[in-house]
């Protein structure tokens, strides 16, 4: 079979860059080892605000809000990081576990009719000059131009390109795991000379900024280990032995749903693409889970890539193109990175590292360094190097309340599509973009009000603004224009010929 772009993997990372391929009208295909999307275990718990505000550049935000708990829980060493001040319309983020954030996501990308090869695996590929050959577990083959790397931190598509996987390997691992229990447990954190030790139930909800957990139900276990080093999955056994030890019973585990480790191996790829095979998600980082940060990261990559390599494949854009996805999102991952070992660091439980964790918490306390930290941990933050120039560059666009000829017009409401926007926000007619014309919206609009960016605050009202797909801005102007070829050309392909 032949496909345009073959995604080795279906969970949040591959289901996102399908969906983003297949709003190009890229014939796309994902490979998936699970015979459903049914995910065992919690793993992930939400989406931040910036991942909220890319679903809602989709048109798709509701179908997660609906079913999600609005919280203001990001933090760092246990300080707050209240964002409900930031200019945004979700100023939050969402409590949401990742099985049913990728239901949801599985249920758009059905619609966006993307098939899907079920229970089986990548095993290996080949690239020539014009595609690859991509090896299935069931002896099948498929070809397509480009191939993605979505499967995870041990990543076969990763080993098999030689792509190199440097970083740290693991100071402190973690026993996580869904389980019933015959005795009332004791829910909350609890903190011990080893670390720190969690028990909440799966179901809770979220009232004035505080969790409530369900008054029966599953459990969730999350226990620091003493020692890192084993590598074998773990037993219910292991689970209870953990339990006993810090709290002195198991509370009569039982009927596990899914049992885990996890740790805090830091690893990146030191290439986001070698060839026809580009890597995303957690195949091209991985890193402790503390801030919640991996399954964002992994779904912003997706929109960094998606239109991208649409835009390639589509024959719209040189394949140079693809060079700035890993210029752009490889410092992202690399900040990420950072601020997880941190967190790790951190939390140790000694009396020094207690002293140094109120330092920091402290500082921030005060409104700037709040701000900033906020903005990272939320990806509001998030600033593509694009050269100099005005604030906005580089940056995600606001979703502004505009209002245009056919009346009232959110800026998002513009990217459902995943199309280019040129924002005209000066005199109606100043702009002819007729060579792009084809792949680029021209719209004329007001905007009445002050442009204000997380942590940065009020910024000069541009004059025009060139919007990617991806929402970030590619390109602040006024009607003399300067530089907007170019930047059309770079981003969008050449002009048409007349």
Same mark, same amino acid.
């Given at each position: 079979?032949?496909?345009?772009?073959?995604?080795?993997?279906?969970?949040?990372?591959?289901?996102?860059?399908?969906?983003?391929?297949?709003?190009?009208?890229?014939?796309?295909?994902?490979?998936?080892?699970?015979?459903?999307?049914?995910l065992?275990?919690?793993?992930?718990?939400?989406?931040?605000?910036?991942?909220?505000?890319?679903?809602?550049?989709r048109?798709?935000?509701?179908?997660?809000?609906?079913?999600?708990?609005?919280?203001?829980?990001?933090?760092?060493?246990?300080?707050?990081?209240?964002?409900?001040?930031?200019p945004?319309?979700?100023?939050?983020?969402?409590?949401?576990?990742?099985? $049913?954030?990728?239901?949801?996501?599985?249920?758009?990308?059905?619609?966006?009719?993307?098939?899907?090869?079920?229970?089986?695996?990548?095993?290996?590929?080949?690239?020539?000059?014009?595609?690859?050959?991509?090896e299935?577990?069931?002896?099948?083959?498929?070809?397509?131009?480009?191939?993605?790397?979505?499967?995870?931190?041990?990543?076969?598509?990763?080993?098999?390109?030689?792509?190199?996987?440097?970083?740290?390997?693991?100071?402190?691992?973690?026993?996580?795991?869904?389980?019933?229990?015959?005795?009332?447990?004791?829910?909350?954190?609890?903190?011990?000379?080893?670390?720190? $030790?969690?028990?909440?139930?799966?179901?809770?909800?979220?009232?004035?900024?505080?969790?409530?957990?369900?008054?029966?139900?599953?459990?969730?276990?999350?226990?620091t280990?003493?020692?890192?080093?084993?590598?074998?999955?773990?037993?219910?056994?292991?689970?209870s032995?953990?339990?006993?030890?810090?709290?002195?019973?198991?509370y009569?585990? $039982?009927?596990?749903?899914?049992?885990?480790?996890?740790?805090?191996?830091?690893?990146?790829?030191?290439?986001?693409?070698?060839?026809?095979?580009?890597?995303?998600?957690?195949?091209? $980082?991985?890193?402790?889970?503390?801030?919640?940060?991996?399954?964002?990261?992994?779904?912003?990559?997706?929109?960094?890539?998606?239109?991208?390599?649409?835009?390639?494949?589509?024959?719209?854009?040189?394949?140079?193109?693809?060079?700035?996805?890993?210029?752009?999102r490889?410092?992202?991952?690399?900040?990420?990175?950072?601020?997880?070992?941190?967190?790790?660091?951190?939390?140790?439980?000694?009396?020094?590292?207690?002293?140094?964790?109120?330092?920091?918490?402290?500082?921030?306390?005060?409104?700037?360094?709040?701000?900033?930290?906020?903005?990272?941990?939320?990806?509001?933050?998030?600033?593509?190097?694009?050269?100099?120039?005005?604030?906005?560059?580089?940056?995600?666009?606001?979703?502004?309340?505009?209002?245009?000829?056919?009346?009232p017009?959110?800026?998002?409401?513009?990217?459902?599509?995943?199309?280019?926007?040129?924002?005209?926000?000066?005199?109606?007619?100043g702009f002819?973009?007729?060579p792009?014309?084809?792949?680029?919206q021209?719209?004329?609009?007001?905007?009445?009000?002050?442009?204000?960016?997380?942590?940065?605050?009020?910024?000069?009202?541009?004059?025009?603004?060139?919007?990617?797909?991806?929402?970030?801005?590619?390109?602040?102007?006024?009607?003399?224009?300067?530089?907007?070829a170019?930047?059309?050309?770079?981003?969008?392909?050449?002009?048409?010929?007349?």
């Open positions: 079979m032949e496909h345009a772009v073959v995604i080795a993997g279906g969970g949040p990372t591959g289901l996102m860059l399908a969906g983003e391929l297949a709003l190009a009208d890229v014939d796309v295909a994902i490979v998936e080892r699970r015979s459903s999307q049914d065992p275990g919690s793993r992930a718990g939400g989406l931040h605000s910036r991942s909220i505000e890319i679903m809602d550049q048109g798709i935000a509701g179908r997660f809000l609906s079913e999600g708990q609005v919280a203001n829980l990001g933090q760092f060493v246990g300080v707050r990081l209240d964002i409900s001040d930031f945004t319309r979700h100023p939050y983020s969402l409590g949401l576990w990742q099985n $049913h954030i990728e239901r949801i996501l599985a249920g758009w990308v059905d619609e966006l009719e993307v098939p899907i090869y079920r229970e089986r695996e990548v095993t290996g590929f080949a690239q020539d000059d014009t595609g690859v050959d991509v299935l577990s069931d002896g099948h083959s498929l070809r397509g131009q480009y191939l993605l790397g979505c499967d995870g931190g041990r990543s076969l598509v990763r080993k098999a390109a030689g792509i190199e996987f440097p970083g740290w390997d693991p100071t402190t691992s973690a026993l996580i795991a869904e389980v019933e229990m015959a005795e009332e447990p004791e829910l909350g954190i609890r903190h011990d000379a080893i670390g720190i $030790h969690g028990l909440g139930r799966v179901e809770y909800e979220i009232r004035d900024g505080e969790v409530v957990y369900a008054d029966s139900g599953p459990v969730r276990v999350m226990l280990e003493e020692h890192v080093g084993a590598t074998s999955e773990p037993t219910l056994r292991e689970l032995e953990g339990l006993i030890a810090v709290y002195g019973t198991d009569g585990i $039982h009927s596990p749903t899914s049992i885990s480790r996890f740790t805090d191996m830091t690893r990146q790829a030191a290439a986001y693409r070698e060839g026809r095979v580009l890597l995303a998600g957690d195949a091209a $980082h991985v890193h402790a889970p503390d801030g919640g940060q991996g399954l964002n990261t992994g779904v912003q990559d997706a929109v960094n890539l998606g239109w991208k390599l649409a835009q390639v494949v589509n024959r719209t854009s040189p394949e140079s193109l693809l060079d700035t996805y890993h210029a752009e490889h410092p992202v991952a690399a900040r990420v990175l950072r601020t997880t070992m941190a967190h790790v660091a951190l939390r140790r439980p000694d009396e020094r590292t207690e002293a140094l964790r109120d330092t920091i918490a402290e500082l921030l306390r005060a409104d700037e360094p709040r701000e900033r930290f906020a903005a990272m941990m939320s990806g509001l933050g998030i600033h593509y190097d694009l050269g100099e120039g005005h604030p906005l560059l580089g940056r995600r666009m606001p979703d502004l309340d505009l209002v245009a000829a056919d009346g017009l959110r800026v998002f409401e513009l990217l459902h599509d995943a199309r280019p926007v040129l924002l005209n926000l000066g005199e109606p007619g002819d973009i007729t792009w014309a084809d792949r680029v021209l719209i004329d609009a007001k905007y009445v009000g002050t442009w204000e960016l997380p942590a940065l605050g009020a910024v000069t009202a541009p004059t025009a603004v060139l919007i990617r797909p991806d929402g970030y801005v590619a390109w602040v102007g006024d009607r003399t224009q300067l530089g907007l170019d930047a059309l050309t770079t981003w969008f392909g050449p002009p048409t010929a007349a």
